[in-house]
């Protein structure tokens, strides 16, 4: 069933390939009813995607012939789905209502969620209003979040999307092993006010040690022992190990809940605490409302599936392996890194769930810009580059106070515009009257736009909390039904961890003062280079 389905598929996209996006408008009046869609209050328009009415069928046919529906109930069922660590991956579970009833492999854990939710909305209210004060009795006015990867986008994303102008607490991000980045933090910061919370999924990442080490540091420079571990926040799946490192207090959860997918939990922390409760309620909310479309909706007006439909339209029956994402939202400017971990370290993957290499592409390569910066950068290559790199808008209509922000939205639109509709060269040449004829022709095919280039748009109103909630729950569910379709896991990421493993070696071969032995010669003139 499922060959048939991706041999359909294939035919679908083989007859689709030279079909014009505009004159499907024409073709199916029913066109932009079909293929826009509604969903916990954001807009999709997928009506610009290069598939025709046949087109968009088949890839529903695979949508059902892969199982995406039996796959969602596991998914929320709290089953396995994660096979190659024997997990759940239940993050739909951090934001359900309170009293909801989730099992991961059958062990309740909705009581536990709320249980978390409760102390980390009571501590960030202390925190807030001066209750919980640092070792000298101040009250805090920062927080430095030190995390990476998981640990640290959806919260970096949240906090740049919700924070007002002029935070009452200044909430700084740490990730890089760098140690510039740790310095800039602290710049500026004085430790008797200020919260150290050291994220860490497994407590073990490199990185956050080190960097949670030299925050450690900085603290004791001036705070004397007494008190002092109430600046040092952990926040794990491993609370053993964060008590062990010195943590004073820490928030934890479980391993059902997968790095990129966990900024639902107390990973998030930090902002609960800047932003306050409410706000990350309002997160959770919109997830919430996005997770009840997802199960609810059918596959044909459901946004995520639509969303990840288009994507393995593009990449498999197309052969587009790039898609660019830009949000036209200062605030939502971290979108693509978050994406790029979301979807990359979920859906680059090499090989079916059973172990047999896949035969298609998988995860396209996902990079992005806030527009309007885009425009001025990578987007002549969308606009005339040989390859077609599909295109998603996100689009907000007021993004600061009650004004509708069109200079910045007409933007947007006249993108997807340009990108499907082109320009011919005789409307290039036309402007070209009055030059020497030779030239004119020479000028005019540089001035041509080929169009017909594929874009989705989403369009919220403005960047609240439950629109962002709504907006990433949208894009993980959307990942999880590429990784159906595609039979892989899309919730492992084996292929971070030879990289680790080197760079543990090399740094012995460091310290030893010598490259080892078995080094190949590039590495090793490389390391020698270094270490002299
Ligand atoms: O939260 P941690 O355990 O520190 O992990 C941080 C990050 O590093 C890992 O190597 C993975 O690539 C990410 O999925 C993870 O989010």
Request: aromatic share 6%; proline share 5%; hydrophobic share 45%.
């Given at each position: ?140 006015t920062a927080i ?15 906090w740049?999307?919700l924070k007002p102008l002029e935070p009452a607490i200044d909430l700084r ?98 902002c609960?605490i800047a932003l306050g ?256």
């Amino acid at each position: 069933m499922t060959d048939a389905a991706w041999t359909a598929f294939d035919a679908a996209a083989a007859r689709d390939r030279e079909a014009r996006i505009a004159d499907q408008f024409a073709a199916d009046p029913d066109r932009l009813s079909r293929m826009t869609v509604e969903a916990a209050g954001l807009y999709l328009d997928l009506s610009k995607q290069s598939w025709t009415r046949a087109g968009f069928e088949a890839c529903l046919e695979l949508a059902r012939a892969t199982g995406v529906e039996s796959a969602r109930a596991r998914l929320f069922g709290g089953e396995a789905v994660n096979d190659t660590e024997g997990r759940a991956v239940l993050h739909p579970a951090l934001r359900a209502a309170e009293g909801a009833d989730y099992r991961a492999l059958g062990e309740p854990v909705s009581v536990e969620v709320d249980t978390v939710r409760r102390a980390m909305a009571d501590y960030a209210q202390a925190v807030r209003t001066g209750r919980e004060t640092g070792a000298t009795g101040k009250a805090f006015t920062a927080i430095v979040h030190i995390g990476i990867g998981g640990s640290d986008l959806g919260p970096r994303l949240v906090w740049d999307a919700l924070k007002p102008l002029e935070p009452a607490i200044d909430l700084r991000f740490v990730a890089n092993i760098d140690p510039r980045d740790m310095a800039e933090a602290l710049t500026g910061l004085d430790p008797e006010t200020t919260l150290v919370i050291v994220v860490s999924k497994t407590f073990t990442t490199q990185e956050t040690l080190s960097n949670a080490e030299a925050a450690k540091a900085w603290l004791a420079e001036s705070l004397h022992e007494a008190g002092r571990d109430s600046h040092f926040i952990g926040v794990t799946a491993a609370p053993e190990r964060a008590a062990a490192f010195g943590c004073g207090r820490t928030f934890a959860f479980r391993d059902w809940v997968g790095g990129r997918y966990s900024l639902w939990s107390a990973v998030s922390l930090s902002c609960v605490i800047a932003l306050g409760p409410e706000a990350f309620d309002g997160l959770l909310a919109g997830a919430r409302a996005m997770d009840d479309h997802f199960v609810s909706a059918p596959l044909e007006t459901n946004a995520p599936v639509m969303m990840a439909l288009a994507q393995v339209w593009n990449v498999d029956g197309l052969g587009r392996s790039a898609r660019t994402v830009a949000p036209y939202a200062h605030g939502l400017r971290r979108l693509p890194a978050f994406l790029q971990q979301l979807e990359m370290e979920s859906n680059g993957k090499r090989v079916h769930r059973d172990g047999r290499p896949v035969e298609r592409q998988t995860s396209p390569v996902v990079f992005g810009e806030p527009g309007t910066n885009g425009q001025h950068a990578f987007f002549q290559q969308i606009h005339q580059g040989p390859e077609v790199v599909p295109a998603e808008f996100v689009v907000v209509r007021r993004t600061q106070g009650d004004a509708a922000e069109a200079p910045l939205w007409a933007n947007a639109l006249a993108q997807g515009q340009a990108l499907m509709q082109g320009k011919t060269t005789e409307a290039a040449r036309v402007e070209l009257s009055g030059v020497d004829a030779a030239e004119a022709d020479r000028l005019a095919a540089h001035k041509t736009f080929p169009g017909n280039r594929p874009s989705t748009t989403i369009v919220m109103d403005r960047v609240t909390p439950e629109a962002v909630g709504a907006l990433l729950a949208l894009y993980e569910h959307k990942t999880f039904v590429e990784g159906v379709i595609w039979d892989i896991n899309s919730f492992d990421q084996w292929g971070v961890e030879l990289g680790k493993v080197l760079a543990k070696a090399i740094l012995s071969d460091v310290q030893a003062g010598t490259p080892s032995a078995g080094l190949d010669p590039s590495t090793a003139a490389l390391l020698d280079r270094l270490m002299r």
